[in-house]
């Protein structure tokens, strides 16, 4: 099963911290769910799960 992760959405592997990006702003923002800002732990080192080489055709290890 292959699990599309949209390049315009990043989450930390770590924390769970969760951006979208804005276009407007031209930044990444933190996601609100169910009125929860999804910011994760502010001295986490993010380790985003799109982090180097993002290949959509690439099926997960
Ligand atoms: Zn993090």
């Known amino acids: 099963m292959t699990t599309i992760v949209p390049p315009r959405e990043r989450e ?3 924390c769970g911290r969760t951006d979208v ?3 407007d702003s031209g ?4 996601v609100e ?5 999804l910011s994760g732990d ?3 080192l993010h380790e985003w ?3 180097g080489a993002y290949n959509p055709l690439e099926e997960g290890a």
């Open 33 to 37: 769910r169910d009125g929860e800002r």
């Open 42 to 44: 502010p001295f986490c």
């Open 27 to 30: 930044t990444w923002a933190v």
């Open 49 to 51: 799960d799109i982090n």
């Open 12 to 14: 930390c592997e770590r």
């Open 21 to 23: 990006w804005n276009d």
